[in-house]
């Protein structure tokens, strides 16, 4: 489901590295690329099966110029031991901790990343915001991905 928060605002720039390794600057994107910046709670019971649900909805962002981009409220061991447990992977996974999140205001008093789904457009700027369980949902992202983009 979406909501206001930050929509219209600049969208908080960072630099992690993947777990893979690859260092993820938000910048790279802009001008070509929508991102779609999830934040997900590493413990949380269905994060396999989240980012299994995101990753085929990734290849379908990209046919429509997005770009995924997972953030993980975990150090890159723990982060790196969910993404192993989900084969092909399409999309970076950012061991983040709280910095990240905490700019974005996903992160909640205990230190977990709160569901939320940001969609930033080509200049940077958020343009659609979700929270919960529904906004991670890949039908609900690709729903409003399409809305934002036309």
């Known amino acids: 489901m979406g909501y206001d928060f930050g929509v219209g605002r600049e969208a908080p720039t960072f630099t992690l590295n993947?777990?893979?390794?690859s260092e993820i600057r938000l910048n790279q994107y802009r001008g070509d690329w929508f991102t779609v910046l999830v934040f997900i709670a590493t413990q949380a019971p269905r994060a396999a099966q989240t980012l299994q649900e995101l990753s085929a909805a990734a290849d379908t962002l990209w046919g429509m110029r997005g770009q995924l981009v997972g953030v993980?409220?975990?150090g890159r061991d723990d982060v790196k031991a969910l993404a192993d447990g989900v084969p092909a992977l399409a999309f970076p996974l950012l061991p983040d901790g709280a910095a990240v999140a905490r700019l974005y205001g996903a992160l909640r008093p205990d230190g977990t990343a709160r569901p939320m789904t940001f969609?930033?457009?080509?200049?940077?700027?958020?343009?659609?915001?979700g929270e919960g369980d529904a906004a991670m949902q890949a039908s609900e992202i690709i729903a409003a991905f399409r809305q934002v983009v036309r």
Request: proline share 0%; charged share 30%.
């Open 18 to 21: 993947a777990v893979d390794g």
């Open 72 to 74: 993980c409220d975990a």
């Open 119 to 129: 969609i930033i457009d080509r200049a940077g700027k958020i343009v659609w915001t």
